[in-house]
Each structure stands twice: as C-alpha cells, then as structure tokens.
C-alpha cells in the first residue's frame, strides 16, 4: 500500500490542532522526522509501515508537539482572512461562494480616500460589488449583514471549523470536531 497521500494532523501540545482552515496537516516524511527529532508525540497511527534497514513502524496520522506554540497574535489581513471572517458568503445577498467567486467592497470607496482595511471591507458576490458600484452604503439600497471588524485568530479558527477539507481521516476526528454530539 502507497504511503503517498497519507498526511498527519498536527496538534498543539493541548491537543487543539495547530489550524481549523487551512487544517494543519504535514507530509508523512516530515511527521517521521519530527518523531525521529522527537519533537512530537504519536496520538494516533495508519495502518501503513515503513520501513528502513533497522526499523520499522506505523505512520503517524495524529501527532502533537511537545512544546506549546501560543498563536495569540492578530491575524493578518489578507484578502483570504476577510473571506474567512465572512464565512466566504457575499454580505449584501448573504449566499455562500468558493473564495475565487468572491470579490472585496469598500463601504467607503476607495476614491473617496477610503482605506482597504478590517472595518472598511466585506466579501461581495460580483454581482453585489457591482451593483453597489463605487456609492456609499446608504446611497446603494444595500444592507449589510454585519458590519466588518477585525476578526480575532479565535474568531477565524471557530469559522475554519465550517470548512472540512476534502480529505479526513477517521482518526482525525476527535482531535477536530469537539462540539459534535457523541453516539450511544
């Protein structure tokens, strides 16, 4: 069986991943050697050996760093970020897009001196930024459905959780979703 494709999830030394969006994930050449360097702790494994010519073991599918990284700091704003703190839905039409469907609008036009920052910026459908054209918000006949601020990272992390990547493997799940009801 191939080991290509079979990636670990990274937690904090708490056990909380490292990124809800982008998931935090590494490849499994670079799970094994931060086990070698013994910077991390194995949680969970595939079923998937490796093997070199003294040793051989599971893959890593969960590791956890032994020293804690505090990811306290502002988030950056990026076009991406400001999508994310939208939840990648248009905030005039309130429908979810794919971030390359989504454009940013400035309440206040930036030929009107307005600046391209947090409390000025919403993710718009086209055809929204379109219709809204280069007028202030009370002269649109637009809403917004919240006016933007500057997110916190706890606030982006919470919003990553709506987004899955494509590819989960069963022993993730615990490590990510600690709000899902539990079965019997």
């Given at each position: 069986m191939s080991v290509i494709g079979s990636p670990a999830l990274v937690l904090n030394a708490d056990f909380q991943p490292l990124s809800y969006y982008p998931l935090s994930l590494c490849s499994w050449q670079d799970a094994v050697k931060a086990?070698?360097?013994?910077?991390?702790?194995?949680?969970?494994s595939y079923e998937q050996v490796v093997r070199s010519p003294s040793i051989s073991f599971k893959l890593p599918s969960v590791v956890a760093l032994k020293n804690f990284i505090m990811q306290h700091r502002r988030p950056v704003f990026t076009r991406f970020n400001v999508f994310l703190r939208d939840n990648f839905t248009c905030q005039y039409c309130y429908q979810r897009y794919s971030a390359n469907e989504l454009t940013f609008d400035h309440l206040i036009p930036r030929y009107l001196n307005g600046k391209t920052i947090w409390n000025n910026v919403v993710s718009a459908c086209t055809s929204c930024n379109f219709k809204k054209g280069r007028r202030l918000l009370k002269h649109s006949n637009m809403?917004?459905?919240k006016m933007p601020s500057r997110p916190t990272s706890a606030q982006l992390q919470n919003n990553g959780r709506n987004f899955p990547p494509n590819f989960l493997h069963e022993s993730w799940r615990d490590y990510l979703y600690w709000d899902t009801e539990l079965q019997d």
């Open positions: 086990v070698f360097l013994e910077r991390v702790s194995v949680i969970e809403k917004l459905e």
